[in-house]
């Protein structure tokens, strides 16, 4: 072990859209299917809908509305990631569940100027990989979910 | 946070709320030994307490004000200065505590300013010595109940401060003091107090255990004869009384709202120099803490608002010939599974008028439409927002937030208030509120493949609709409506409110309408299937989701799916934007308590673009047909309605059918026979008073008045029946040969005498028509004679109950029978009616129920003849 304890952050990998992305482990309470949405009409679009896991109701949000990446189409089960806000409840679906990686802080680099701004709303950084990038997900953004501009 | 210190916290905050409500009852009542009593007690626990604790500037405080105390005790005269400062020391004190509470920590600086006066007020009082006041019993019982209270034996402060439930416990010699006392520490020992948290967190798991108890049952009935069924049922009944009992853990009675009320109430009645009593009833009814919460604040504003603007000025009351002191009464009360809360004062009332002008300023309803309202709905008025009628900004209120703020809480919380009042007598206002909010039963409906829950509480009923029933949809233009008894019920489809439906919105002609009452509106809603009613546990909308007024909150059903809660507050707010609140009409007695003559009419368009109008009330129905349907028998055309055949009769020469598309008519019906105008295009539905201006020599018209800033022909009717059914007006012609009979016919709108006219001459009658009373009279003094007098009943200045009377008078016209026509047919009209001589009531468009009259009148004639 080169790296000391303090210099290694540990992510919950996940792919949206071919892209990895990474969620500090600390955030995620669970990964689970996500069974039965129902749709909430009137909400903004990147609200999936609700659904019921294990006697709570969960906000899950379409990580490819949320990134301005295209919607899934061919309508594969997908996965979700459980985080927490405030007490409430949400589920960032994802395209599929990666491995949990230990990562140094020292390949982390600030959101390249030229990153998408879609994507760089929600990113608190890049870390080189072998081969790959990792975009760190900045959960708390992620989840400012603006309501549409009152469209009544 | 110190658990002593805690514990010292929550009981001295629960004591000064009581000394807060006991000094005023003090200072009323000066001469009451045991609210004195009681009062010392409080403080000198607090006190004694300050000085365990280390808390020098509260000791120092208290101390201050009991010396103060001291002197009542000791005889002098209760001022209402006195009780101001010790009020003020109080709340100094809470200000102390609070800080304590944040802090853990007495904040520095000292009370001086306070202490000074309230010894320079204590010096200043004369204490009588030897020389007692006159009802020396009551000072010494008084006297006796402070040497007995334990307050005071830890007034060292070196003792152990006991909670003042254990102190209490201890029996003081004085023998009536006892009885109470053991009753109180009775209660206190049978109680524990548990913070709310927990009872927080036992509520939530039993709605979990509720919802795992309806996922149970889903499963049970899937599964008839499973040997599950019996022990599922006990866990039911079981789980229902948790249910129960958690919720009794949560209710706590409305007094506790009220507390800061009779203090609130004192300090206003100071600051505006207006006598105030303050009656409070049912300060025992219990409701859940949540809702209590929720309306603490709406009551103080309410009440605030009775001082302030309800009361009037001593000066005033004294020559409105009321007592100088104004009343404020807080009354509260179970009804169902509600609580009703009652604010009300008798003051001024509201000035309807003012209202009414500052509505219209506002923009909040045009000058014409604010003509047709009723006392009581412009009254309403108030709670929209923004709206103060207060002409000047005051300290108390009037601040432009008024009861806008407080119909916003109710709405929360599903509550519904409503106001009454008159001129010069008072006003009250009613707050009907849910005894909690966690469970509600809900009705499950389906919309577009959805299922949605709407509150049971805002359900009036269920409608079946099928194109073919009698409960159709139908169409104003876009609006749609529901004939039900005799109401247009607006609707509003739940899938094109959502923006759900896809294709072809709001096309349900077979669905379900949920008839919903939000306060005095009445609306319905259109789904596709209703399934049951089933109690959910309301949980709160994400963050995220909280802006969609349509939910109030989402809940999971018993088969483990996620579905929204529907709030009729935010359906009712949309509806005001899309259809016309024209529609909603309120109940009919309140369109026509302050005007008669305000009609429904439905406008529509025949042969030209000028529109004509007929009473809403004569058409039967709406329909559109199929162009293609109709048949020609006979040279007429006829179609094929309801297993009859219908003759069609153009409004004019000028109507032409249409060849495709949809041909709408109007369907007149009469004792089981049809007949149907064939118009071009059916416009609108507007309430208006109705003057004919103009009378038509036009066959078809009975002239013309103006109606939506309009001149519009108001066609008659009666015209065209003869047209459909040669016989019509013939068929049911007197049957003898007797002479025909003469009637009376008085009333002062035109339009009434054009309408009933005809309807009468084609029964048989000879009508002769007269305008008003005097006139009736001195045609009836003549020499013309009657068989039958049919009179309005509303008439502007001497009424159809007066024409009754001045008839009977007459001995020559004591048997004329007399038939009142009237828009109002109520229990106590009729009974007056019976009174003064009315022989028959008949509403004023029941044509039928008024022929039927006159022919057993005029009956009744021939066989005392």
């Given at each position: 072990?080169?790296?000391?304890v303090?210099?290694?952050?540990?992510?919950v990998?996940?792919?949206v859209?071919g892209q990895l992305?990474?969620?500090?482990?600390?955030?995620?309470?669970?990964v689970?299917?996500?069974?039965?949405l129902?749709?909430?009409?009137?909400?903004?679009?990147e609200?999936?809908?609700?659904?019921?896991?294990?006697g709570?109701?969960?906000t899950?949000?379409?990580?490819?509305?949320r990134?301005?990446?295209d919607a899934?189409t061919?309508?594969?089960?997908?996965?979700?990631?459980?985080?927490?806000?405030?007490g409430?409840?949400?589920?960032?679906?994802?395209?599929?569940?990666g491995e949990?990686?230990?990562?140094?802080?020292?390949?982390?680099?600030?959101?390249?100027?030229?990153?998408?701004?879609?994507?760089?709303?929600?990113?608190?950084?890049?870390?080189?990989?072998d081969?790959?990038?990792?975009?760190?997900?900045d959960v708390d953004?992620?989840?400012?979910?603006?309501?549409r501009?009152r469209?009544? | 946070?110190?658990e002593?210190?805690r514990?010292?916290?929550?009981?001295?905050?629960?004591?000064i709320?009581?000394?807060?409500?006991?000094?005023?009852?003090?200072e009323?009542?000066?001469?009451?030994?045991?609210?004195?009593?009681?009062?010392?007690?409080?403080?000198?626990?607090?006190?004694?307490?300050?000085?365990?604790?280390?808390?020098?500037r509260?000791?120092?405080?208290?101390?201050?004000?009991?010396?103060?105390m001291?002197?009542f005790?000791?005889g002098?005269r209760?001022?209402?200065?006195?009780?101001?400062?010790?009020?003020?020391?109080?709340?100094?004190?809470?200000?102390l505590l609070?800080?304590?509470?944040?802090?853990?920590?007495?904040?520095?600086?000292?009370?001086?300013?306070?202490?000074?006066?309230?010894?320079?007020?204590?010096a200043?009082?004369?204490?009588?010595?030897a020389?007692?006041q006159?009802?020396?019993s009551?000072?010494?019982?008084?006297?006796r109940?402070?040497?007995?209270?334990?307050?005071?034996?830890?007034?060292?402060?070196?003792?152990?401060a006991?909670p003042s439930?254990?102190?209490?416990?201890e029996?003081?010699?004085?023998?009536?003091?006892?009885?109470?006392?053991r009753a109180?520490?009775k209660?206190?020992?049978?109680?524990?107090?548990?913070?709310?948290?927990t009872?927080?967190?036992l509520?939530?798991?039993?709605?979990?255990?509720?919802?795992?108890?309806?996922?149970?049952?889903d499963?049970?009935?899937r599964?008839?004869?499973?040997?599950?069924?019996?022990?599922?049922?006990?866990?039911s009944?079981?789980?229902a009384?948790?249910?129960?009992?958690?919720?009794?853990?949560?209710?706590?009675?409305?007094?506790?709202?009220?507390?800061?009320?009779?203090r609130?109430?004192?300090?206003?009645?100071?600051?505006?120099r207006?006598?105030?009593e303050?009656?409070?009833?049912?300060?025992?009814?219990?409701?859940?803490?949540?809702?209590?919460?929720?309306?603490?604040d709406?009551?103080i504003?309410?009440?605030r608002?009775?001082?302030?603007?309800g009361?009037?000025m001593?000066?005033?009351r004294?020559?409105?010939?009321?007592?100088?002191?104004?009343?404020?009464?807080?009354?509260?009360?179970?009804?169902?599974?509600?609580?009703?809360v009652?604010?009300?004062?008798?003051?001024?009332?509201?000035?309807?008028a003012?209202i009414?002008s500052?509505?219209?300023?506002?923009?909040?309803?045009?000058?014409?439409?604010?003509?047709?309202?009723?006392?009581?709905?412009?009254?309403?008025?108030?709670?929209?927002?923004?709206f103060?009628?207060?002409?000047k900004?005051?300290?108390?209120?009037?601040?432009?937030?008024?009861?806008d703020?407080?119909?916003?809480?109710?709405?929360?919380?599903g509550?519904?208030?409503?106001?009454?009042?008159?001129?010069?007598?008072?006003?009250?206002?009613?707050?009907?509120?849910?005894l909690?909010?966690?469970?509600?039963?809900?009705?499950?409906?389906?919309?577009?493949?959805d299922?949605?829950?709407?509150?049971?509480?805002?359900?009036?009923?269920?409608v079946?609709v099928?194109s073919?029933?009698?409960?159709?949809?139908?169409?104003?233009?876009?609006?749609?409506?529901?004939?039900?008894?005799?109401?247009?019920?607006?609707?509003?489809?739940?899938?094109?409110?959502?923006?759900?439906?896809?294709g072809?919105?709001?096309?349900?002609?077979?669905?379900?309408?949920?008839?919903?009452?939000?306060?005095s509106?009445?609306f319905?809603?259109?789904?596709?299937?209703?399934?049951?009613?089933?109690?959910i546990?309301?949980?709160?909308?994400?963050?995220?989701?909280?802006?969609?007024?349509?939910?109030?909150?989402?809940?999971?059903?018993?088969?483990?799916?996620?579905?929204?809660?529907?709030?009729p507050n935010?359906?009712a707010?949309?509806?005001?934007?899309?259809?016309?609140s024209?529609?909603v009409?309120?109940?009919?007695?309140?369109?026509?308590?302050?005007?008669?003559?305000?009609?429904s009419?439905l406008?529509f368009r025949?042969g030209?673009?000028?529109?004509?109008?007929?009473?809403?009330?004569?058409?039967?129905?709406?329909?559109?047909?199929?162009?293609?349907?109709i048949?020609?028998?006979?040279?007429?055309?006829?179609?094929?309605?309801?297993?009859?055949?219908?003759?069609?009769?153009?409004?004019?020469?000028?109507?032409?059918?249409?060849s495709s598309?949809?041909?709408?008519?109007?369907?007149?019906?009469?004792?089981?026979?049809?007949?149907?105008?064939?118009v071009?295009?059916?416009v609108?539905?507007v309430?208006?008073?109705?003057?004919?201006?103009?009378?038509?020599?036009?066959?078809?018209?009975?002239?013309c008045?103006?109606?939506?800033g309009?001149?519009?022909?108001v066609?008659?009717?009666?015209?065209y029946?003869?047209?459909a059914?040669?016989?019509?007006l013939?068929?049911?012609?007197h049957?003898?040969?007797?002479?025909?009979?003469q009637?009376?016919?008085?009333?002062?709108?035109?339009?009434?005498?054009?309408?009933?006219?005809p309807?009468?001459?084609?029964?048989?009658?000879?009508?002769?028509?007269a305008?008003?009373?005097?006139?009736?009279?001195?045609?009836?003094?003549?020499?013309?004679?009657?068989?039958?007098?049919?009179?309005?009943?509303e008439?502007?200045?001497r009424?159809?109950?007066?024409?009754?009377?001045?008839?009977?008078?007459?001995?020559?016209?004591?048997?004329?029978?007399?038939?009142?026509?009237?828009?109002?047919?109520?229990?106590e009209?009729?009974?007056?009616?019976?009174?003064?001589g009315?022989?028959?009531?008949?509403?004023?468009?029941?044509?039928?129920?008024?022929?039927a009259?006159?022919?057993?009148?005029t009956a009744d004639?021939?066989?005392?003849?």
């Open positions: 072990m080169t790296e000391s303090e210099n290694v952050i540990e992510y990998t996940a792919t859209g992305f990474g969620l500090p482990i600390s955030r995620v309470q669970d689970f299917v996500p069974d039965r129902t749709r909430v009409p009137l909400a903004p679009p609200i999936a809908g609700l659904l019921n896991l294990r709570r109701i969960v899950a949000i379409d990580m490819r509305r990134l301005c990446l899934v061919d309508g594969s089960p997908r996965m979700a990631i459980g985080v927490e806000c405030r409430e409840s949400y589920g960032l679906l994802i395209d599929a569940i949990v990686l230990k990562v140094p802080v020292s390949s982390r680099e600030d959101n390249p100027v030229n990153l998408d701004p879609g994507l760089a709303r929600v990113s608190a950084g890049v870390h080189r990989l081969g790959r990038l990792l975009v760190v997900l953004r992620v989840l400012e979910v603006a309501p501009a469209a009544a | 946070m110190d002593l210190l514990d010292f916290l929550t009981e001295t905050h629960e004591s709320d009581v000394v807060d409500v006991e000094l005023v009852r003090f009323q009542d000066p001469n009451n030994a045991k609210i004195l009593n009681n009062i010392f007690r409080l403080v000198h626990t607090i006190k004694g307490t300050c000085g365990f604790l280390n808390l020098p509260l000791e120092a405080l208290t101390h201050a004000a009991e010396a103060l001291g002197k005790r000791d002098a209760v001022t209402g200065e006195a009780v101001t400062l010790i009020l003020a020391t109080i709340d100094r004190v809470k200000t609070d800080q304590l509470e944040r802090n853990e920590s007495e904040p520095a600086g000292d009370d001086r300013d306070l202490i000074a006066e309230l010894e320079r007020v204590a200043a009082i004369p204490v009588p010595g020389a007692r006159p009802d020396e009551a000072i010494d019982e008084l006297e109940a402070f040497r007995d209270t334990p307050g005071p034996r830890y007034q060292s402060g070196t003792q152990p006991a439930a254990a102190s209490a416990a029996p003081p010699e004085n023998s009536g003091e006892r009885e109470d006392e109180d520490s209660i206190a020992n049978q109680s524990i107090r548990v913070h709310v948290d009872l927080e967190y509520m939530t798991m039993v709605s979990e255990l509720v919802l795992t108890r309806n996922q149970l049952l499963i049970g009935r599964h008839e004869d499973s040997e599950f069924k019996a022990p599922l049922q006990r866990l009944n079981v789980t009384e948790l249910q129960d009992g958690v919720m009794k853990t949560r209710m706590q009675p409305i007094g506790n709202a009220w507390q800061k009320l009779p609130i109430v004192r300090d206003l009645s100071a600051e505006l207006k006598p105030i303050f009656e409070m009833q049912g300060a025992e009814t219990e409701l859940d803490r949540q809702v209590l919460d929720l309306i603490k709406p009551l504003h309410m009440v608002n009775s001082a302030d603007h009361l009037e001593p000066a005033e004294r020559a409105a010939g009321k007592p100088e002191r104004g009343t404020i009464r807080l009354a509260a009360w179970h009804e169902g599974g509600h609580i009703i009652e604010v009300s004062d008798d003051g001024r009332g509201l000035d309807t003012r009414k500052i509505a219209i300023a506002r923009g909040l309803v045009s000058e014409a439409e604010a003509e047709k309202m009723s006392e009581s709905q412009i009254q309403k008025f108030i709670f929209a927002p923004g103060s009628t207060a002409s900004v005051t300290s108390i209120s009037g601040r432009g937030v008024g009861m703020v407080v119909r916003a809480n109710m709405d929360q919380i509550g519904v208030i409503d106001v009454k009042s008159v001129l010069g007598q008072g006003t009250s206002f009613t707050i009907k509120i849910p909690t909010l966690a469970i509600v039963s809900a009705l499950i409906v389906q919309c577009a493949g299922r949605f829950a709407i509150p049971q509480l805002a359900v009036v009923e269920l079946r099928r073919n029933s009698e409960h159709r949809i139908e169409r104003i233009k876009d609006a749609a409506v529901l004939r039900l008894r005799n109401k247009l019920l607006p609707l509003v489809h739940l899938g094109s409110l959502l923006k759900i439906s896809e072809a919105e709001g096309e349900v002609e077979n669905g379900f309408i949920v008839v919903t009452q939000v306060g509106q009445t319905g809603i259109m789904v596709d299937a209703v399934f049951h009613t089933e109690e546990v309301v949980k709160p909308m994400s963050g995220r989701l909280r802006h969609i007024q349509m939910f109030c909150g989402n809940t999971i059903l018993g088969d483990g799916s996620v579905i929204m809660i529907i709030d935010g359906i707010q949309e509806l005001v934007g899309t259809v016309s024209r529609l009409a309120d109940t009919e007695t309140d369109r026509h308590a302050d005007d008669g003559m305000v009609e009419m406008l025949a030209s673009p000028q529109p004509k109008a007929v009473p809403l009330s004569l058409v039967t129905r709406l329909e559109e047909i199929d162009p293609r349907s048949e020609t028998t006979n040279d007429r055309q006829v179609v094929q309605y309801r297993g009859q055949l219908m003759p069609l009769v153009p409004v004019n020469d000028e109507v032409r059918l249409k598309g949809a041909q709408p008519l109007l369907v007149f019906s009469d004792d089981g026979r049809s007949m149907a105008l064939v071009d295009e059916i609108d539905i309430e208006e008073r109705l003057d004919i201006e103009l009378a038509s020599a036009k066959a078809g018209v009975l002239g008045a103006v109606i939506k309009q001149a519009t022909e066609i008659d009717v009666a015209h029946l003869p047209l059914f040669e016989d019509w013939h068929w049911r012609h049957p003898t040969g007797a002479s025909p009979r009637v009376l016919l008085v009333d002062d709108a035109p339009f009434f005498r054009n309408m009933l006219a309807v009468l001459k084609a029964a048989g009658y000879i009508v002769t028509p305008t008003s009373v005097d006139e009736a009279l001195a045609l009836l003094h003549g020499n013309r004679r009657f068989d039958a007098v049919v009179t309005d009943i008439m502007p200045g009424d159809g109950f007066e024409l009754a009377s001045a008839v009977r008078a007459n001995p020559r016209t004591a048997n004329l029978p007399i038939i009142g026509l009237s828009s109002l047919v109520s229990a009209a009729i009974e007056r009616g019976r009174q003064v009315l022989h028959d009531y008949v509403a004023k468009f029941d044509r039928q129920g008024l022929i009259a006159l022919k057993e009148q004639l021939d066989r005392a003849a």
